[in-house]
């Protein structure tokens, strides 16, 4: 079963737990023949809303912050005196009354031998908590702390809804995984990407500037400039998307490094309609794929290079060609280098792109690439002009 079809079974059955004491066999005659316009399936439905409301904040990781915010939500839904959340050493939030029993708490979850439920004892004669009902919280398939509601007496209605409750907490704290494991595996793919900006193109461009220091020194500024524009923005941090404007004003300055060394053996002809540049694509998208064009058409040719770049507007999408007459590439191959079993250094590039591209747009927008043995190569891309949560961040 899915994590969303466990997450579904799991607010059924607590929001069941949490009503069952007030609906007897009548009211549920009655839900079932009115359907959701009774005053049940109404409270019911709001009961499912409160239960998301209060797992929620555990979608950011189990924290002192989050386990408050949760146990404030909880409580008054579970209808106990008091509810704690533990991380299995210490008390991460206590809502209610009588949490002079925190250190009682800790001890008895740390024994062994304890039953399913907990027997507290106290001195105050006023104090409302006499027994609590522990259920684990659990994330990745490990107990990660507890989730405890306490009452004056034992309870078998509060056991289940414990049960189900921290089942729900459980459910936003293994998806608080895979979003750091999702974030860890992009982080990745980012280091990778700039990694792939050759080492070699640097140092030739440091080179290559160095050299006009003596000779020409306002095109030594400039170059030197255009350098560190370029870095900026391949290493910035802030966001998975950017826009077409600002991804070919790199490439314009990547280009212009590249121009300082090889001269007259590039030429780069740029088509681009102006109605596409605010559109939003993934970060470091077109880059590589230049780089790649130039990989092909200089350093490993010595017939000058000729590289176009085109933005077009094709209604709901904006659609992007590389274009390079180099030496081209088996077809084979290619697919090696997409399917990312061409080796560990070869085509990052071009495979990470692909990757991204469809993640974020779906299998139908990914590269679409034609080549061939002394062919050249040609690469195009589709990115739609709006797509739901894809958004570029403010320009700095």
């Not at 030429?267 to 605010?278: F, G, K, M, N, S």
């Not at 470091?284 to 790649?292: G, K, M, S, W």
């Amino acid at each position: 079963m899915t994590v969303l079809g466990t997450a579904a079974l799991v607010l059924v059955g607590l929001a069941v737990f949490v009503l069952g004491a007030g609906l007897g066999h009548g009211a549920a005659r009655r839900q079932q023949e009115h359907a959701d316009g009774t005053d049940e399936a109404r409270a019911l439905v709001r009961t499912l809303h409160a239960v998301e409301l209060a797992a929620a904040p555990l979608r950011a990781g189990l924290t002192p912050d989050t386990a408050r915010r949760a146990a404030r939500r909880l409580r008054p839904l579970l209808g106990t005196p008091a509810l704690a959340l533990t991380d299995g050493t210490s008390v991460l939030a206590w809502d209610g009354a009588a949490d002079h029993h925190r250190e009682q708490l800790l001890a008895l979850l740390a024994d062994p031998s304890r039953g399913r439920t907990l027997a507290l004892s106290c001195d105050d004669g006023s104090c409302p908590v006499r027994w609590g009902a522990p259920a684990p919280l659990t994330a990745d398939g490990r107990c990660v702390g507890a989730l405890v509601v306490f009452a004056a007496a034992e309870s078998g209605v509060h056991v289940r809804a414990v049960q189900a409750a921290a089942g729900r907490l459980s459910l936003e704290l293994d998806l608080a995984g895979l979003d750091r494991a999702r974030a860890g595996a992009h982080e990745a793919e980012m280091r990778a990407l700039r990694a792939q900006i050759s080492p070699h193109f640097i140092y030739n461009s440091l080179a290559s500037i160095a050299s006009f220091v003596r000779t020409d020194p306002e095109r030594a500024r400039e170059l030197l400039q255009e350098f560190a524009d370029f870095t900026r923005y391949s290493f910035r941090r802030d966001g998975d998307f950017t826009t077409l404007a600002e991804e070919l004003r790199s490439i314009e300055q990547y280009l212009e490094l590249a121009r300082a060394r090889f001269g007259r053996r590039l030429r780069v002809t740029l088509r681009i309609a102006p109605e596409v540049l605010p559109v939003t694509l993934p970060f470091l998208c077109l880059q590589p794929l230049v780089e790649n064009a130039l990989k092909h058409g200089l350093e490993e040719s010595v017939e000058r290079s000729v590289v176009t770049i085109t933005a077009e507007d094709e209604g709901t999408e904006a659609r992007v060609v590389i274009e390079d007459n180099g030496i081209g590439m088996e077809p084979e191959r290619l697919r090696a280098i997409l399917r990312g079993t061409a080796g560990p250094s070869t085509g990052i590039g071009l495979s990470n792109v692909d990757r991204r591209l469809r993640q974020v747009y779906g299998d139908d927008h990914g590269l679409v690439i034609e080549t061939g043995v002394g062919a050249g190569t040609k690469i195009t891309l589709r990115v739609p002009k709006f797509r739901p949560g894809v958004q570029a961040p403010p320009p700095p």
